[in-house]
């Protein structure tokens, strides 16, 4: 058995965003060599997700309005958390979408169902924030 890490870097623009990683967690996948095995894709930080979905305009919509709702960005004084920060939010969200996701590696592929697809959601961005991609497997 063998084993690679990579690690993706995003800085988005505003304080929430969603972006497809398909691509970027395919290309570590063929970096690495393993045809066999099993790929953990993580958010590093505590205010960023990395779930498995459908890529389509209006489910994106529906989870920011969701999300929104059940834990909303404002007024920042419900939160305890916030003082220094103001990003309780952000770990709310997070601890609802979820740290991580792991995919089965079949045939030197990712072995998805029909829709699937990898995305990265940001609940606190303008700087920088990573994501691990492990890759074990022969």
Do not use: C
Not at 94 to 101: K, L, P, Q, V
Not at 115 to 137: A, M, N, S, T
């Amino acid at each position: 058995m063998i084993s690679y890490r990579k690690e993706l870097h995003f800085n988005l623009p505003k304080r929430r965003g969603l972006v497809n990683i398909t691509g970027d967690v395919e290309k570590a996948l063929a970096e690495s060599r393993i045809s066999e095995g099993l790929i953990l894709v993580n958010a590093m930080n505590i205010t960023a997700s990395v779930f498995i979905n459908d890529d389509e305009g209006g489910l994106h919509q529906d989870y920011e309005d969701w999300l929104e709702k059940l834990a909303p960005e404002k007024p920042y004084s419900q939160y305890h958390h916030n003082g220094f920060e103001d990003n309780a939010d952000g770990h709310l969200k997070r601890t609802i979408m979820g740290r991580e996701t792991v995919v089965a590696v079949t045939n030197g592929k990712l072995d998805f169902g029909r829709w699937e697809q990898i995305f990265y959601f940001e609940f606190d961005g303008k700087r920088d924030k990573r994501v691990l991609v492990k890759i074990i497997g022969e």
